[in-house]
Structure formats: C-alpha cells, structure tokens
C-alpha cells in the first residue's frame, strides 16, 4: 500500500469525515489519495482559511479539525491558525507537504523549515522520517491532540516517502511512555477545595475554556447550583454555564461586567476552573482578588500558579475533578444561609450597574442592539462565529449563551479574520444547527475570500457586518489612551 493511501486510513480510523485544505505540489501524492477516499474534502481559498475552519470545526464539535497545506508558502500561510490553536487549546492535526528529502536543506523550489518555524507554536510536531513510521505518528498526532490539554499537532512529509510502498497494519493503542497526562486529581486536595468552599461566605466559580474542553458543563452546573455559588467566566468559557441564569455574573475581565468584576475583587475564595488568569482578567496581578484565596483546577500543571499563586492546586481532567468535588462540598454539610449577604452584595451591583446603551435612532443602530436583536431572531439557539474586535466583545456582552460550543471565537491570539472561515467549519461540522458570522468591516476582509468557499460548497453561514467605517477597537483604544491621535484607523471606502 502506498503511505498516502495509508494516511487515509489512519484518518478513518480516527473519525475524520471531513478535510479542510489546498493542493500543491509537495502533497499532491496526499490529494491522489483523497481523490479515492471517502472523506469529504473542503477545498478553501486560503491556507489560513483551511486552518481557521479546522480550528471552528473542532471548537463546534469537540472532534479533531484537519488541514492539508502544501510546503513553503502553504505551511507559512497555517502559521497563524496553529498559533490561534495553541493558544486556546484547540484540537488540531495539520499535514504539511515537504520537498524531496534529497532536497532538504538546499533551498529547493517551496521549501521551509516548518518544521522548525513551527515548534514554538504547536503542542508537538513531527518530521516524518520514514515511510514507514506513518501510520503510527498519525495515531499519536490525534492522541496528542485530543487528550491532556488539547492542541494542535502537525504532521511535516516529504513528498518522496509519501509516495513510498509500506506494509499497513491497523495500529493498536497509542503508546507514548513520556506523555501521561493527569486527569484525576488528587483526593486530597479536592477535599481540601471542598472544605474552603464549606467555609468560604464570600466565593467566585470562575470558569475557563478549560470546562468546555472537558466537556464537564453538567458537572459546573451541578456544583454551582448545590449551593448558589456565584459564577463567571472567560471569554472563552462563555456557553459553560448556561445563561441568563440567576447565578450568572457575565463576563469579567477587561470587557466583563461590572458585577463580576466586583466579586471577583471581594472575593474570600476563588475556585479558577480551566482558566488561566490571563492579563485580560487580572489587570495588575499584584492587585488581582487582594481578598481571596485561590483553587485551581487545570488539567495542564504548567498553568497552576503560572500567573497568580494557587493555594490549593489541583491538576486534572475538569469533568473528574467538578464531580467528585461535589460529592465531598455535600459532605460537608455547610449552611447556605451563610451566603446571603453576599447575594445581598452582588445584587446590589447588579441593580447599580446594569449593562446599558443609548438607544438607537432612525439613522443609527447601536451595535449593541443589533447583537440584542439577532439574539431574538434566534432565540440563541445558533452557533455564533465572531471575528475579534468591539464587535466580538458586544457579542460576549448581550448574547447569552445557554450551551458549550456554540460561541467560536479567536480569545488568546486575537486573530482578526478568524471569524468567517471557522464560522464555515462550524457549520461543516453541525450542519443541523444555524450558523452565524459577526464580524467587522476591517476583520471581515482578512480572509472574504473564503465566501467563495461557502458559495460553492453550499455552506449556509449568515453574515452580519458591522460596518462602522474603522479599526473600531484600535481607534478606542487611541482614544482612551493616545490623546485621540488617530492613526491609520480609517481603512476609506471598502469596494
């Protein structure tokens, strides 16, 4: 069997139903192999745009996303959609096709060192070597990739070992000896949270990306509700606990509620659940929850105490951990009376500082009101794909999200573009649910190509555009904090 007929197997074997990519000539022996397979392929218009639907493919479905890329400019064009990935922990294996390797190393006609130019940015890479050892890297590139703190993993082949004969063998489990992710949590510790829960009178669930990712929603959900534990999130985490709910504080941070924000500064426990305390949380970290002690639950160790220091730590998998420490905060039998004043607090701050907007007018309709709107023409049953901007942060602030998985957005990178072509992955993958973009009138350009993709595939995304004529977020931060010098922040008229 020829390796690449071989890659098509393993990518059955895994699940894969779908591809996202663009042939070129380091991978057209990948692309013959297609050809006769039954994987649907989407054929997008750029690199970045293939890697971007992966990436909302993934974020939708929980499931592995693909991208095939060719060598060179193709493998530099995925640069942005593995860094995106890696930094909100999306599960990713990209293909990159590779010159000859008797042209390794001496500037052949589209070669790169992706390889190399990738490795700060993935979770692991491979450069195959062999035609043989294919099957297996694939099998661990997936198990890499879906398992621990998830990411994206690529795959580098010279074109002559793809076209190479080997001897296929379905391959058995993954054996990787040096990776051994921790998921249950220890024991100890979770009793430890359990008790400063018990005793907590003034508590926050801050919840991250990390409760998505581990699929552990009905777990938040059943501990928030024991015992009315106030609860915010992440902009990444939006969707983990449903709302509007009673218990659900909005979004903190930079562009959070005011109410959340307050919690979270008089706070006595923090419970972080698959967060990270990113700068756009904790403002001055010195000065961050001066009042509150800290849990910290994460299934990657490298995140505990990284940015604010854990008093009791605990590492593993968000679904394990979330259950068995609702079983041990029952145990404890604590008084939830013992929480009234602070609801008494937070209410307080709820009813003084409302998320509000000017009303629109017969020649301008606020943004926010049109987020609003699009919210009751859906009855937020949608998955809402956004590009990053103001308008990203209006979506995060007036759409409630009641469900995991339906907000697709581009957190820790900020990658302008994002929204469209993972918008279509998105909607590859759940075809049965409605797919809508929001996006600016400058983000919306970094990758409009990508309509022709969803025209000729018949993918049925709804666009919104905001079109305020500006780099809106950068204009409001020069005005904020550069004396109003706007500088290059209006893009003129757009064709």
Request: aromatic letters at 8%; proline letters at 6%; one cysteine or more.
């Amino acid at each position: 069997m020829r390796a690449v007929d071989a890659v098509m197997e393993c990518l059955k074997a895994e699940g894969v139903d779908v591809v996202f990519g663009y042939p070129g000539g380091a991978n057209l022996p990948t692309y013959d192999a297609l050809y006769a397979a039954d994987i649907k392929h989407v054929l997008v218009r750029h690199e970045a745009g293939g890697g971007h639907a992966a990436e909302g493919y993934a974020k939708a479905t929980g499931k592995v996303g693909v991208c095939f890329a060719t060598s060179g400019p193709g493998a530099t064009n995925i640069v942005t959609p593995l860094t995106d990935a890696l930094m909100d922990s999306v599960p990713v294996v990209f293909f990159t096709g590779q010159v000859r390797t008797d042209l390794l190393g001496t500037d052949g006609f589209q070669e790169a060192d992706t390889f190399g130019i990738t490795m700060p940015i993935v979770k692991h890479s491979f450069m195959i070597q062999h035609p043989d050892e294919i099957p297996r890297v694939i099998h661990e590139a997936f198990h890499i990739a879906r398992t621990g703190r998830p990411g994206p993993v690529l795959i580098d082949m010279p074109t002559d070992l793809t076209r190479a004969d080997i001897d296929y063998e379905p391959a058995g489990d993954v054996q990787l000896p040096g990776y051994q992710p921790t998921t249950e949590g220890n024991q100890k510790q979770i009793r430890l949270a359990a008790k400063a829960l018990a005793n907590s009178r003034r508590p926050v669930l801050y919840v991250g990306g990390g409760v998505i990712n581990a699929d552990a929603s009905a777990e938040l959900t059943e501990l928030a509700t024991s015992d009315r534990f106030p609860v915010t999130s992440t902009l990444m985490g939006l969707g983990a606990f449903a709302a509007p709910h009673p218990q659900w504080l909005g979004m903190l941070g930079m562009h959070g509620t005011r109410s959340a924000n307050y919690a979270m500064d008089e706070a006595d426990l923090i419970v972080a659940i698959g967060a990270r305390f990113d700068d756009r949380i904790t403002g001055k970290v010195s000065e961050f929850a001066p009042r509150a002690k800290f849990v910290h639950i994460d299934v990657d160790p490298a995140e505990i105490s990284k940015i604010v220091p854990a008093h009791i730590p605990i590492v593993g998998d968000a679904k394990n951990i979330l259950a068995r420490l609702h079983i041990e905060y029952r145990a404890q039998g604590a008084d939830p009376a013992r929480l009234s004043a602070w609801w008494q607090r937070i209410e307080g701050w709820r009813a003084q500082h409302p998320l509000r907007y000017e009303d629109s007018t017969d020649s301008e309709i606020k943004p926010q009101y049109m987020i609003e709107a699009l919210f009751e023409a859906t009855g937020g049953d949608c998955i809402l794909a956004s590009d990053v901007g103001q308008h990203q942060m209006w979506q995060a602030q007036y759409f409630h999200f009641s469900k995991p998985r339906r907000w697709i957005n581009s957190g820790g990178l900020g990658t302008m573009g994002f929204g469209l072509p993972a918008g279509m992955g998105a909607a590859v993958g759940c075809p049965d649910v409605l797919t809508c973009v929001v996006s600016g009138d400058a983000s919306i350009q970094m990758n409009a190509q990508e309509l022709a993709t969803c025209a000729e595939n018949q993918i049925p995304v709804k666009v919104f555009i905001m079109n305020n004529g500006y780099l809106g977020m950068v204009r409001q931060w020069q005005e904020l904090f550069w004396d109003r010098r706007y500088s290059s922040v209006d893009p003129g008229r757009h064709p």
